[in-house]
């Protein structure tokens, strides 16, 4: 496709649209849970599996070796880095998990993260307290909701090993301060490892800028790839400061009876085994974000869920959930009368796709707030302000 260049004009939205074969008679907004893929990614994934059933997975992987190392120059382009720091897992947690358990730690080490951190994270550090001996310490929200950045600093110390945060958590449109974090990661030469798997593909993330050394993200949500596959960056300083939790055949090369050679690029990460027809999807997900531009993108998202926020507002009996600074696509809310289930199964009845929040995936945050379940929103840039009202009215309605 060729470039859409400054914001997104209406009829670059109905070419998006019409390039979204699942957007007719229903209108997704659960993209932060799984948006839909657009044609470019389907056809990607058809081919692969067609080219599989003809030659085998071998010939066909052999085939599009080009293509397929082709994913890893995307990523970069999309969000920094080189194409030798990004390795495909098969999910977010994947990666995250072999990047966070190969990072040594000793009785008495800590982990610096925050208010937001994601489950699936945080009992991964419950489970080395337990193992390793490590300790905890998580940063605060300031007044205003927003991360205390002194306060997460004021935390570091020499034996802190990682400083692990969530861009965006999954229960809020509240957007950490990456950047800063990353400022007093470099400041004190501590490992900084981001879970990007809410902000890639729906704002400018740059690994670079942002200063981390490990980031993880998923193909099924804002990038609108395939189920199954994610991916993991890690630079070079982070190769050389962790030691692997786990070594495959792709890891290493059994290159004497005796002695293995590791590998020096991520791929340090990656499994013989894994889908190549969703490591080509992801890539047709990446080159479709690169082709619309991340700038237009974001601009969108960012106007639709102000449009959303500022909708839900006017509705009687719904109470925003979301902290007052979130400007993310990730937007909460409850309404008086019904449980954030209710209006999930509701809404499902009229074609709306939304989704449920609960306390367990952001247990910090949602119980300091004395939130249990939250109703869940969140809007992509194939969306329209037409759907944005039909949601807002059928809320209003319940
Ligand atoms: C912030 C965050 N991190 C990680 C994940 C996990 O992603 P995956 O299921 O692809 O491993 C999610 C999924 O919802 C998430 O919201």
């Known amino acids: 496709m060729t470039a859409l260049t400054g914001k997104f004009t209406a ?13 007719p008679g229903r209108i997704h907004l659960d993209n932060c849970g799984s948006a839909l893929v657009p044609r470019a990614v389907v056809d990607t994934l058809e081919a692969h599996l067609r080219l599989e059933s003809l030659v085998g997975g071998y010939v066909a992987q052999e085939q599009q070796s080009k293509r397929l190392s082709e994913v890893y120059h995307s990523a970069a382009r999309l969000l920094g880095g080189k194409n030798t720091d990004y390795a495909m897992v098969g999910s977010a947690v994947d990666g995250w998990t072999k990047a966070f358990y190969s990072v040594p730690m000793a009785p008495g080490d800590n982990i610096v993260t925050a208010y937001t951190e994601y489950c699936s994270n945080y009992v991964a550090f419950l489970q080395r307290v337990r193992r390793d001996g490590i300790e905890i310490r998580v940063a605060r929200p300031g007044a205003d909701g927003v991360l205390d950045l002194d306060h997460l600093e004021s935390l570091v110390d020499a034996r802190t090993r990682l400083i692990s945060v969530t861009h965006v958590p999954s229960s809020s449109g509240q957007v950490l301060p990456a950047e800063k974090i990353g400022e007093i990661a470099r400041l004190h030469g ?22 981390c050394d490990m980031a993880t993200g998923t193909g099924r949500k804002f990038l609108r790839g395939p189920r199954g ?19 495959t055949n792709q890891a290493a090369c059994w290159s004497a009876t005796d002695r293995y050679d590791l590998r020096t690029d991520a791929g340090l990460f990656e499994a013989w085994e894994r889908s ?20 237009q993108i974001s601009d969108r998202v960012s106007s639709l869920s102000a449009y959303v926020r500022a909708g839900l507002k006017e509705i009687s009996g719904v109470t925003p959930t979301c902290q007052p600074a979130a400007s993310a696509a990730i937007i909460t809310f409850n309404k008086k009368g019904l449980t954030a289930s209710d209006i999930k199964a509701l809404m499902e009845k009229q074609g709306i796709a939304t ?10 945050d949602l119980e300091a707030r004395g939130i249990d379940t939250t ?14 009202d039909s949601f807002l009215n059928a809320l209003d309605m319940l």
């Open 11 to 23: 009829k670059d939205i109905r070419r998006l649209r019409s390039e979204t074969p699942g957007l």
């Open 190 to 211: 501590i490992l900084y490892l981001l879970d990007a798997c809410q902000s890639v593909g729906q704002m400018q993330v740059n690994f670079d800028q942002i200063g």
């Open 229 to 247: 596959i994610g991916f993991l960056y890690i630079n070079e300083k982070a190769r050389r400061l962790i030691d692997p939790v786990v070594l």
């Open 276 to 295: 190549c027809m969703n490591q080509l999807g992801l890539g047709a997900a990446f080159d479709y974000a690169l082709g619309l531009g991340i700038d």
């Open 355 to 364: 989704q449920v929040a609960s306390v367990v995936h952001t247990r910090l």
């Open 375 to 388: 109703a869940r929103v969140s809007p992509h840039y194939y969306n329209t302000t037409e759907e944005l």
